[in-house]
C-alpha cells in the first residue's frame, strides 16, 4: 500500500444552493446541507478511497464536530495528526451556489490552523519518512510554509492553491514545488497578472521556473506544464451537476494517486479528470464511487 503525508485543513461544509438565478443583496429561496469538508480533508479521502495509505497533520477541536470529523477520518483508514485543542471553533466554510450548483461566494473560518507549529511537525518527523511525497494547501501563513520547505526539503512536496486570499504565500517557493495546482483566479493572483491569456501565464510560470503545474480553467479543459512542456486535456460538459464542491480535490488526488504510481501527468490528469467527474454527481464533497475507478 503506498504511504503518503498530507498537510492542511478541515471543515464543516455549509452548502447553499439557490433554487432559481441568484439575486444579489437579499434573500433567495434554495436549499442548505450541512457535510464534512475542506480541500487537504477531501484529498485524503478520495486517496483513502483509491487505496492508499494516509497521513494527516490538521487541526481538530474537542467538540461534537471535532469528534464527527476525527471518527469519520479514521473510518477511512486515514492516520490524524492533530495538536490538543481546547474552546477553539472547528474550521467551517460557506458556499454560496447559484442554481446551476456553481460557487458564487464563500467564506472560510479557519483560524484553529494556527494551532499547527512547525514543532509539532518536526516532533512527528519520523512519519514522514513514510513517504517520499508531502501534500499541503495554503492554510498555514507563510513564515510555517517557509519553514516546511527548509525543514523538508528531501520530499516532493505538492502544493494546491486553495485561494487568491492565500496563494501568494507560497510565491517563493515555485521554483521548490514538486507539483502545483491552482485553478485560473489563483494563477492570476499568483503572477500578479489579470489580463493574461491562460496560455501566456503558463509561459510566465516556466519562465519563474515551475517545473509541473496543473491549471483549471472550472468547465473548459486543464493545461499543464510538465518539466516546462507544455500541455492540455480536455474536459468533456456534464449534465444534471449535483454540486461542484470537492471536484477540484478529486481532480489533484487523482493526479497524487497515477504520479506515485509512477504514471505520466497527463495520465494522472486524465485520472483525476475521471474522479472529478464522479464528484459533480454527489450531494457531498466526495464520492466511495471513485473506488469502482481502480477495480
Known amino acids: 500500500m503506498e504511504k503518503i503525508v498530507l498537510i492542511g485543513g478541515n471543515t464543516i461544509d455549509y452548502i447553499a444552493t439557490s433554487k432559481n438565478k441568484l439575486i444579489k ?3 433567495n429561496i434554495g436549499s442548505l446541507s450541512i457535510s ?23 487541526c481538530i477541536g474537542s467538540d461534537l464536530y471535532g469528534r464527527m470529523m476525527q471518527d469519520d477520518l479514521v473510518k477511512h483508514n486515514i492516520e490524524v495528526f492533530t495538536p490538543k485543542i481546547e474552546d477553539f471553533n472547528n474550521a467551517s466554510y460557506i458556499c454560496i451556489n447559484d442554481s446551476n450548483h456553481d ?16 514543532d509539532y511537525l518536526l516532533d512527528n518527523k519520523n512519519i514522514f519518512d513514510n513517504s517520499k511525497y508531502l501534500v499541503m494547501d495554503t492554510n498555514l501563513d507563510e513564515d510555517k510554509i517557509d519553514k516546511i520547505f527548509k525543514e523538508f526539503k528531501d520530499k516532493k512536496i ?7 486570499s492565500k496563494v501568494n504565500r ?8 514538486y507539483l502545483l ?20 501565464l503558463l509561459d510566465k510560470f516556466i519562465n519563474l ?13 486543464i493545461l499543464y506544464i510538465d518539466n516546462f512542456k507544455k500541455g492540455e486535456v480536455k474536459i468533456i460538459k456534464e449534465e444534471n451537476i449535483v454540486n461542484t464542491t470537492g471536484c477540484g480535490d478529486a481532480l489533484i488526488a487523482g493526479i497524487i494517486y497515477k504520479i506515485v504510481n509512477n504514471f505520466s501527468l497527463e495520465e494522472g490528469i486524465k485520472f483525476g479528470r475521471e474522479m472529478a467527474k464522479i464528484t459533480l454527481h ?3 464533497a466526495t464520492s466511495e464511487k471513485v473506488m469502482e475507478l481502480v477495480k
Open 25 to 27: 443583496k437579499t434573500s
Open 181 to 200: 495546482k491552482c485553478n485560473i483566479f489563483e494563477a492570476r493572483t499568483l503572477l500578479n497578472d489579470e489580463i493574461s491569456s491562460s496560455d501566456v
Open 170 to 177: 507560497i510565491k517563493s517557493h515555485l521554483k521548490d514545488i
Open 282 to 284: 454527489s450531494k457531498e
Open 103 to 118: 460557487m458564487e461566494d464563500a467564506i472560510i473560518d479557519n483560524e484553529i490552523m494556527e494551532k499547527l507549529t512547525v
Open 209 to 221: 521556473g515551475v517545473k509541473k503545474l496543473i491549471l483549471s480553467q472550472g468547465g473548459d479543459s
Open 36 to 58: 464534512l469538508g475542506g480541500v487537504m480533508r477531501n484529498i485524503c479521502i478520495n486517496l483513502a478511497n483509491l487505496g492508499m495509505k494516509c497521513y494527516f497533520f490538521t
Open 158 to 164: 505538492i502544493v494546491e492553491a486553495i485561494s487568491r
